[in-house]
């Protein structure tokens, strides 16, 4: 443990206190400012172009029209922008077929809704009408909407040089493979499909730039998880040093992954309002904004497990199809984390994971909450209902037969780089047997009980900076770089510095957002702000309080141990007259201390319990009862704990029975608005899931934090279809639940034992 654990037990220790979110006034006020909110003298506003079709040559792009159209100040194709130079590519690994992202299309399009055009007018609605009245003349080629599709022999070639649509191919393994195959009593197979999501956020995208011809800088605010991933890529673009950009997110409404990207839209507001001298801001329509941002999943898993007489694992092999969409953007990444966390919470002896990275006639695909934890989540859990299935026993037996026990912490799962670095697992499961217990026995034919664990890495281990400065006059400002989409940060960071420096928390302000608090900070993702702003923050309101003592002592001429620090100054020990006030000690000016945190991820861990009554007739599944048990770490604020898990829990249950982005096989993007893409509403999670905490300590994490923003998004699918399979047996079908989302056409299907790959 860290000594700055110490603050704990000070007169301010607010660190587990459920303290209510101080960010929240201002926006059910309406006092919080968007990036939609911008205004500024002269603006004016774009409008894209989009191409209609999934694939295609770009022949021509009539902008005549719009260019003569009332209050339009300029039109542009990628060919009129010079000073945009080459396209977003996001390459995970070294021998990938790298195609980068055109931030105009030039001569092909490759997905509905890619930019084809911009158009710029004196009003937003000038600016549509412009955009609407562009001609863009098209010859359609033969499009691949999903990976099986554009891996099938003969498929159409996406992208040229006709090598196929594989962008690259990627093993990860370890143990003897082939001997724990050669020596398994069982090997079962299991293949598993999720459907492409959406983000679902509140706030579509929005972007707004003002250039300074003076001093050639930028002003930028985005609605983003990333400032300073912004600022990078939109310098990179335009040639010009991250310095000259600032780019803001003062508040955003809900991330969830697809904002953790930098988008076309970003870079061609900056270079027109360069070109054309004046603030330029473009606001998404949700149509809009669901057919080009991000998407995720399109994958197909399958998998094979090899297993003793008594269901234990020997090996595991799983072959993984992924869908990167049309371009090479941070989806490609995404394998890494799917093929992770395959291995879930068991002892998995051997391993072999063949990846193959698929560019699809899609939206470009990244990150979105659960980051492909979800994925590969979703297809071990399955895998081990179906061994439970093969031998005999029930769900919660098969893994207690299979779990990584407490006393084996720190865990190496065989994986790079992978190590659990602690948990009791059982005692998350146990706590969720326990709690669904006479469920578990009920003889309602309609109604199941299925359980999942998860083991979730937080934290990306790149290092993290904060810096926090404390002036005269007692107030304690941390810069942060993590930019919030709701989390409640403002209200987190502030009581781990009060708590470190031993501060009053309303002496404490937390800036985020800002490209220009620290020179760089990754991307608010992989549920890693607990686990790394949080311990830099610790660590920068640690120094700074010992940094002041020291100051103090040297003043004082007393020994640091003997000097008392407070918001007044400070004083010795036994001495109360032997003082200096703050603002004297601080008369030189504010004391700016920066640290920074750079450990290794560190692993929470979950275990879900659904149950569930499915009407056979209607195909439709009620979730009755939710069980949660969840180990975070140690709790910051519990309130906000909670309120993470209840977000997580309706995500995951979209993911279970909802949400699907539906292309159709000659790649039409179909469902583009919250009519066709159906997220949850309050009677879909009616149902309040129920908490069981279990608190355990990570090794080589100073503060104990651990992240929980997707810990109960990431095993909710596959709980939920257990629980749906365990109607199937009561009724005496033998089919299971392996394919996302499961609507009720899959649900009847499998009541009906037809081939749900044939139903959608």
Known sequence: MSEDRQGQDAEHAYI????????????????????????????????????????????????????????????????????????????????????????????????????????????????????????????PLEAASDVESAVRPHAPALHPPDEGNVAGKLVREFGEVDAAFAGAS?????????????????????????????????????????VHGVRDRVSELLGVEPKSIRVRAENVGGGFGPKGATYPEEVLVAALARRLRRPVQWVATRSEDTASSMQAHGDVVEVEAAVDEGGRLLGLKAHLLHDLGAYAAPGAAVVLTITNHMLSAYRVPAYRANIDLVYTNAGPTGFIRGGGREVGNFAIERTMDRIADRIGVDGFEIRRRNIVRSEQMPYATGLPGVIYDGGDYAALLEGVAAAVEGERGSSRSQVGVGVALSVERTGIGAGEEARVTVSPDGTATAHLGSTPGGQGHETTFAQVVATSLDWPIEKVQVVTGDSDALPHSMVTAAS?????????????????????????????EADAADVVLSIGGVFVKGAPGRSIALDDLLRAGPLQVSETFKRPPSYASACHAAVVEVDADLGSVEIVRYVIAHDSGRSINPLLVDGQLHGGFAHGLGYALLEEAIYSPDGIFISDTFLDYTIPSPPDIAVVPELIKVSSDGFDNPEGFKGVGESATIPAPAAIAAAIDDVLRKLGRTATMDELPMTPMRVIAALDNLDRDRTR
């Open 528 to 556: 890693r702000s607990a686990f790394e702003v949080g311990n830099a923050a610790a660590m920068a309101a640690g120094a700074a309080r010992k940094r002041l003592i020291e100051m103090g002592a040297e003043r004082l």
């Open 186 to 226: 069982l090997v079962v197979r299991n293949r598993c499909r999720m459907a492409r999501v959406s983000g679902g956020y509140l706030e579509p995208r929005a972007c707004c730039a003002v250039w300074d011809a003076g001093s050639n800088h930028w002003e930028m605010w985005t609605s983003t998880q990333w």
């Open 16 to 139: 587990g206190r459920p303290i209510r979110r101080r960010e929240d006034l201002s926006l059910i006020t309406g006092q919080g400012r968007y990036a939609a909110d911008i205004r500024f003298p002269d603006l004016v506003h774009a409008a894209f172009c989009r191409s209609a079709t999934p694939h295609g040559v770009l022949r021509a792009v009539d902008l005549d029209a719009a260019r003569a159209m009332p209050g339009v100040v300029g039109a542009f194709v990628a060919a009129d922008l010079p000073e945009i130079h080459g396209a977003m590519a996001d390459a995970a690994f070294p021998d990938m077929n790298l195609v980068g992202r055109p931030i105009l299309a030039r001569d092909r399009v490759r997905y509905v809704g890619e930019p084809v055009a911009v158009v710029v007018a004196e009003t937003a609605y000038q600016a549509a009408d412009g955009a609407a009245a562009t001609v863009i003349d098209t010859d």
